[in-house]
């Protein structure tokens, strides 16, 4: 597991695939909806909730994979903002 891994959605369920855990587990553990986890690992940010909500998600969801809660929102939001940039540029 490297250290400087950056926690994006594809990163996120990866790292839930390698634990063999599935979307429901995370979804009854976190009481995220599925629709909710799916937009998060697939990054459509069309379908994201808005930040404030996003934010408590990640970190449930990074606490029930045993991830970094902090880590994982800051660099998911700085992922978002990345890709924010290259839609408006």
């Known amino acids: 597991h490297v250290g400087e891994e950056i926690y994006r959605g594809k990163t996120l369920k990866q790292i839930r695939e390698r634990m063999s855990i599935d979307l429901e587990t995370i979804a009854q553990e976190t009481r995220i909806s599925m629709k909710t986890l799916e937009s998060i690992e697939g ?46 540029s």
């Open 43 to 88: 990054e459509d940010l069309e379908k994201l909730p808005p930040l404030v909500y996003l934010k408590g998600f990640l970190k449930g969801y990074a606490q029930s994979l045993g991830l970094n809660p902090h880590k994982v929102v800051e660099d998911y939001v700085h992922f978002l903002d990345e890709e924010k940039k290259k839609i408006t």
